[in-house]
């Protein structure tokens, strides 16, 4: 796997970045404590995740207060925790089935990762995607919910997603990088339809990342355990331009109890030493900025030219 | 753009939760005197249905401010109390951005402007309101807030851009306590500083029920002499909700990374 873009300031719980530290390349602001990082190797299938582990080893990232998860089935609320996903490759889907334009793009990706470039990617540039971030979260996720919406924070990628309750799409839909759900209830389960995606933000999250079309579309059936403490997720994910099938995925996020939202700072973070390295699939993804290094005392910088900040 | 238009029904289970939203009845604690008093009784049902056909305006929705302000001021228009030690801190920055260099800026490279900076910028804000939860989504690239409800003090680790945030209800006013404020960030777009032990206080109470004020108090002894007041007023924007933004791509299609002024219909679809 090629090592990843040098892009991130973030901070996140540095029990996540041990997993993630390919992926983020912040320097200055990673989260203090690797303490219970998630395992990446010798896991089951991608199919079905395991029940959690109870164990809580001690650490000093920030906890929050206890909270029971409520009995209502169709009460999603609270702060959960995605299992890891559990794939040959870290954070990338096995054997996704690629139509032969897409499979070609990827093999090129890979190939110039093991060539030693650096592949940016939507995501690791700071710009992830509904799907990619409902995948593979690595950090809590928050939900508030009401009549009208399910409110979905993700701590990690920084993303914030609305599940509009018996709404349609509207007719002429803006491509974002979040795209535009609509949510209804089967009985308990949650359905979610997700259209309106823009095609830059992968699939998955590797540098090398599956990519995506605006033809993309997302389906979840989302069902809560009888005892409250677990979502399982059942995806089926159709692109016309990239999969040549539909992509069937399970993913089960725990009650996460005493955990906290933390936030994500996810900013351009161009460093010199791997600048030369890097290759930039979309000229979208090459920064702007530069980092001026600090003198003696003086803390380094980053100039954004043409950022054109009002403010003077 | 941040904020899509589309209406999206009503926010009744959102208004539930808070305290001043729910209909009182006298006839649910007391319903064997209900019972004597038919008349009474009638009418106050009538009364109730009505309550609940209409309940009271709630902070939750989206907001915008009615006067986004490139440079803090107190209650009284001052400049805030700076220490003097704040104050070179400040002539610094001043000096520097009025010489173009907004380096000293996260923003301006689209980290977060973290708090109360974000409060007074010229995007838009939902407030989503839950019981246990409070989340305060921006317009202005993909950051929220999120505020504990459930009352017991939370450790802060590290400081943050949004730092640790519990609020509690005071009749109908949200009164929301930060601490664990990154210094690295700046109080607003002109370059008041703090430091990480700044205490900030929040009241946000509605005037009316289209227009919400929070009052920011500010309690920083490194770089502010004394405790200091701010107050900014919201107007509500019905029917529109906070859409995705990313800083990133508007800064590549020559956009400033923030405005300093602006009315929400530039944004809006």
């Given at each position: 796997m090629s090592r990843a873009p040098a892009h991130r300031a973030c901070t996140r719980r540095l029990a996540v970045a041990a997993t993630v530290g390919l992926l983020c390349c912040g320097t200055?602001?990673?989260?203090?404590?690797?303490?219970?990082a998630q395992p990446t190797q010798a896991q089951p299938t991608q199919a079905q995740p395991p029940r959690a582990q109870s164990a809580q080893p001690e650490s000093t990232i920030p906890r929050g207060p206890h909270e029971d998860p409520s009995l209502d089935a169709r009460d999603f609320r609270g702060i959960w925790q995605a299992l890891p996903m559990r794939t040959k490759r870290a954070f990338r889907l096995d054997d996704p089935p690629l139509t032969p334009i897409a499979d070609a793009l990827v093999r090129s990706y890979e190939a110039l990762g093991r060539a030693g470039r650096i592949v940016a990617s939507a995501r690791t540039t700071c710009r992830a995607g509904a799907v990619n971030a409902t995948l593979i979260p690595f950090d809590t996720v928050t939900i508030l919910q009401n009549d009208e919406a399910l409110t979905v924070l993700f701590a990690s990628p920084n993303l914030v997603r609305r599940l509009w309750l018996d709404a349609a799409h509207p007719e002429n839909l803006e491509p974002s990088y979040t795209g535009h759900s609509v949510a209804r209830w089967e009985g308990d389960t949650l359905v979610v339809d997700t259209i309106g995606t823009n095609g830059i933000a992968e699939i998955d999250a590797g540098g090398a990342g599956i990519p995506s079309s605006t033809g993309l579309h997302m389906v979840e059936r989302i069902t809560k355990s009888a005892d409250g403490r677990e979502l399982d997720l059942d995806i089926t994910i159709t692109d016309p331009v990239v999969l040549s099938a539909p992509l069937k995925l399970m993913r089960r996020w725990q009650w996460a109890s005493g955990e906290r939202w933390v936030e994500e700072d996810c900013a351009e973070n161009p460093r010199f030493d791997t600048a030369a390295t890097e290759f930039f699939p979309r000229e979208l993804f090459r920064p702007i900025c530069k980092r001026v290094a600090g003198q003696g005392d003086a803390t380094s910088r980053v100039v954004c030219e043409g950022a054109g900040n009002e403010s003077r | 753009v941040t904020v899509d238009l589309a209406a999206r029904g009503t926010e009744r289970s959102v208004r539930a939760v808070e305290p001043a939203a729910r209909p009182r009845s006298m006839f649910r604690r007391s319903p064997r005197r209900a019972l004597r008093a038919g008349c009474v009784l009638l009418a106050a049902a009538a009364i109730h249905a009505h309550a609940q056909r209409a309940p009271a305006p709630s902070i939750a929705g989206t907001w915008f401010p009615a006067s986004p302000a490139e440079a803090m001021r107190t209650t009284s228009g001052a400049v805030p109390p700076l220490t003097v030690e704040g104050q070179a801190l400040y002539d610094e920055r001043v000096a520097a951005r009025r010489a173009g260099?907004?380096?000293?800026?996260r923003a301006s490279w689209c980290a977060s402007p973290g708090l109360p900076r974000i409060m007074f910028m010229p995007y838009p804000l939902e407030i989503v309101v839950d019981p246990r939860r409070i989340a305060i989504l921006s317009g202005w690239y993909r950051r929220y807030r999120v505020i504990d409800m459930s009352g017991e003090r939370l450790e802060v680790v590290f400081p943050t851009s949004m730092g640790v945030s519990t609020g509690r209800w005071r009749g109908t006013r949200l009164v929301v306590e930060t601490v664990g404020l990154s210094p690295e960030t700046v109080l607003d777009s002109a370059g008041l500083p703090h430091t990480a032990d700044m205490r900030l206080t929040e009241q946000f109470a509605l005037k009316d029920a289209d227009t919400l004020e929070v009052r920011f108090t500010v309690v920083d002894p490194v770089y502010y002499a004394r405790p200091w007041e701010s107050v900014m007023t919201y107007r509500r924007l019905a029917g529109q909700h906070v859409r995705d933004d990313v800083c990133l791509d508007r800064i590549k299609s020559g956009e400033p990374a923030v405005r300093l002024s602006g009315e929400p219909a530039a944004r809006f679809e």
């Open positions: 200055s602001a990673l989260r203090p404590t690797a303490v219970n | 260099d907004v380096s000293f800026d």
